[in-house]
């Protein structure tokens, strides 16, 4: 009987995650955001790592990295794995903090949104060539990035369908 609602739970993790990406590549053509787009799917994507069981981290970096795939030209596999990067470092940090706690949430947010970033932007200097990205425009995505987290708290767990993804209980 728990089968149908987890499984109806991940399809609507997919719709989330497809229409936060929409958002925010619309937010990032608009004058007003430019380079100051937070990313909305990483703030999701933290959010979510703080509640979904330790069993169900692969299959949440899968489905996240699906989802910005589609939206982006970035390679799947590095989408992936900077998204599994975070979610190791993750689930080493839970042993000293409290994921959950919005502040901790919102460093996490960051610091995920600036790594994956300049990985992603390593990826495309060693694929095409050019220039490494430029530290002030990181730092900027990092901090509306972990602004946003802070300031929309614990949305991520409380979206319309996603319930049956939380955990009950400890890790």
Not at 56 to 70: C, N, T, Y
Not at 109 to 117: C, D, E, T, V, W
Not at 141 to 168: K, M, N, V
């Amino acid at each position: 009987m728990t089968r149908p609602p987890r499984t109806l739970a991940w399809i609507l993790l997919v719709v989330w995650f497809a229409w936060i990406h929409a958002a925010q590549n619309w937010m990032g053509q608009s004058d007003f955001f430019g380079l100051a787009t937070p990313d909305l799917s990483l703030v999701l994507f933290v959010g979510l790592l703080g509640v979904v069981r330790k069993s169900d981290i692969f299959l949440l970096a899968l489905v996240a990295a699906l989802a910005r795939k589609s939206f982006s030209v970035d390679p799947g596999v590095a989408i992936l794995s900077g998204l599994l990067a975070l979610a190791w470092l993750t689930l080493l940090l839970r042993n000293w903090i409290e994921v959950f706690n919005p502040y901790w949430r919102a460093f996490l947010a960051a610091a995920g949104a600036m790594g994956l970033a300049a990985w992603l932007a390593l990826v495309h200097l060693a694929r095409e060539g050019g220039a490494l990205p430029q530290l002030d425009a990181l730092l900027l995505l990092a901090f509306s990035s972990g602004l946003c987290a802070l300031a929309l708290g614990g949305w991520a767990i409380r979206l319309p369908g996603l319930t049956p993804l939380r955990r009950h209980g400890p890790w």
